[in-house]
């Protein structure tokens, strides 16, 4: 398990020289790593041995570009070295299993047209209490037996981390595909989804700080009862569009008198997006659009 250097000094009975002497060989031969930060470092050995496998084929460039493996314990393994370790863990021959990653993440970026996918026509499972004018995507959250995508995967670990440097990441990959929406649909006003947990580092903050988009903001907010209830806890639609109906407010002072884009961390069945949409438009002093963005659905 995880263990200090003074610890292994004490155990091994030798001098705190010799001990960082043999731990720099260790380390640099990816036998142990280190994890934690100054002053409490530990050492574990490193049960995910990465193997550069070079890139060779198409294939690779695409897994390369659009994967990233997570380990149960927390570590990160992007591209070619983390799908290898995803085949080693399940059983899985790596030669077949990239090839059809390739070929299944082609098929799917086949939704994507500038850096986005829209997703209307299955936000609420194609309701028609549909208040959104658009909705769109950056990426699907998984996608077949691969698990979470690159985004997915990103998203996942920015929430649940709070680590900001992902989320800048994130920022940095979604923000010309907001813009390009921006541009489209001469956003006036953006609104950032409001958290239900609280967290120390809400990611929608992070995001919004690295986005930089310099647009007035309408303001949205979380009512909470005695019980807090997150969406994805919901199983029905109809609980769903219950929850986000009864826990979502808007300020009606606000005023909203051109387009509106509403940005959100993950989408599921819409129903948050969608019910922001429709308070927006009742308190608008013009008829508007009202456009709906979730960097993974």
Avoid at 53 to 73: A, H, K, L, R, T
Avoid at 105 to 116: A, G, P, T
């Amino acid at each position: 398990g995880p263990v200090r250097s003074v610890q292994l000094v004490g155990i091994l009975n030798i001098s705190m020289k010799t001990l960082y002497k043999h731990l720099s060989v260790l380390l640099d031969n990816q036998f142990i790593k280190k994890i934690g930060t100054t002053p409490r470092v530990f050492y574990v050995i490193n049960d995910i041995q990465e193997v550069d496998q070079g890139i060779v084929s198409e294939s690779d460039y695409f897994i390369e570009q659009n994967y990233i493996y997570v380990s149960p314990s927390g570590e990160i393994v992007r591209g070619v070295n983390g799908f290898k370790v995803w085949c080693q863990g399940n059983n899985f021959d790596f030669s077949k299993e990239k090839d059809i990653f390739s070929k299944k993440y082609k098929e799917m970026s086949k939704f994507k047209k500038n850096s986005l996918i829209s997703a209307k026509k299955i936000i609420l499972s194609g309701g028609k209490d549909l208040q959104l004018d658009e909705v769109f995507f950056s990426d699907f959250y998984s996608f077949d037996h691969f698990g979470k995508t690159k985004l997915g995967q990103l998203v996942y670990l920015g929430k649940t981390s709070q680590n900001k440097q992902l989320i800048a990441e994130i920022a940095k990959l979604v923000k010309p595909g907001i813009e390009h929406i921006i541009l489209k649909y001469q956003i006036g006003f953006v609104c950032f989804v409001p958290p239900t947990i609280d967290r120390k580092v809400q990611f929608l903050d992070v995001l919004r700080s690295n986005l930089n988009l310099k647009i007035p903001e309408l303001v949205a907010m979380k009512v909470m009862g005695s019980t807090r209830i997150a969406q994805k806890t919901l199983r029905r639609l109809e609980d769903r569009i219950i929850n986000a109906k009864q826990t979502i407010a808007v300020n009606p002072r606000q005023l909203i008198d051109s387009n509106v884009l509403i940005i959100d961390d993950a989408a599921g069945s819409g129903a948050t997006l969608n019910e922001i949409a429709k308070k927006v438009k009742n308190i608008s002093s013009k008829k508007i659009k009202v456009i709906g963005y979730s960097v993974v659905g």
